[in-house]
């Protein structure tokens, strides 16, 4: 199975808000409510941000957001913080009975 | 609270096995849950390796799921009596280097990875 497509790097400056796309195929994204996202600062484990598409966990800041649209998941971080800065994944169940992940974007806070 | 600790193997050699057990607790493994391995080489993204769960097999037997491109060298399994799950990987190459997680990843109807364990680095060299 291929890794979910994600864009290696984006950036922004403080308070601007950013996007990350999260492409897969009718076989996962575009078949399931089941994407979530993670946040991965340097050197730590990865921690749940979003999941269900849509939904943020207990104490997950609201700046985080996602959505979907047919094939394509996104996350968007508004008002940029200097801690947003980390490695961001997406995730998905697929049809086989499998999850994929895509393969990471780099956050810069400019 | 659920919590989850890997074990340490450290350095192992080509060819050989790996095993990695997980510990975990706030829950007992025999729950609803996808107990999962997910793994990073360095500097690289996050690979699923697969998933054991106790619940829904035939004859309350574990059910397991792999991923394609590791089915045939992996293994996952539950230790009942020690609230713990394992992960075996065979005929070990450099590839295999990386960070290895343990996770929670999904119960009846939810499907995401919540919490992880704090990885632990498997490095795999002469």
């Known amino acids: 199975q291929s890794a979910l497509t994600q864009p290696a790097s984006v950036s922004g400056s403080p308070g601007q808000s950013i996007t990350i796309s999260c492409t897969g195929t009718n076989s996962d994204i575009g078949s399931y409510k089941y994407v979530s996202w993670y946040q991965q600062p340097p050197g730590k484990a990865p921690k749940l941000i979003i999941f269900?598409?849509?939904s943020r966990p207990s104490g997950i800041s609201y700046r985080f957001s996602g959505s979907k649209s047919g094939n394509t998941a996104t996350l968007t971080i508004s008002g940029l913080q200097a801690e947003d800065e980390a490695d961001y994944f997406c995730?998905?169940?697929?049809?086989?009975?499998?999850?994929?992940f895509g393969g990471g974007t780099k956050l810069t806070v400019l | 609270q659920v919590h989850l600790q890997e074990s340490a193997p450290g350095l192992v050699k080509p060819s050989e096995t790996l095993s990695l057990t997980c510990a975990v607790s706030g829950t007992p493994v025999t729950s609803s849950n996808w107990w999962t391995w997910v793994r990073q080489a360095p500097g690289k993204g996050l690979e699923w390796i697969g998933e054991?769960?106790?619940?829904?097999?035939?004859?309350?037997?574990?059910?397991?799921h792999y991923n394609p491109s590791l089915s045939n060298r992996v293994t996952i399994s539950l230790d009942k009596a020690k609230n713990q799950f394992s992960l075996k990987l065979t005929s070990l190459m450099a590839a295999d280097t990386a960070v290895y997680y343990c996770?929670?990843?999904?119960?009846?109807?939810?499907?995401?990875?919540?919490?992880w364990g704090q990885g632990t680095l498997v490095s795999v060299s002469s």
């Open positions: 054991v769960s106790q619940s829904g097999g035939p004859h309350d037997s574990p059910v397991a």
């Open positions: 996770v929670r990843g999904g119960g009846t109807d939810w499907f995401h990875f919540d919490p």
């Open positions: 995730s998905s169940y697929t049809n086989s009975v499998t999850r994929i």
């Open positions: 269900n598409v849509d």
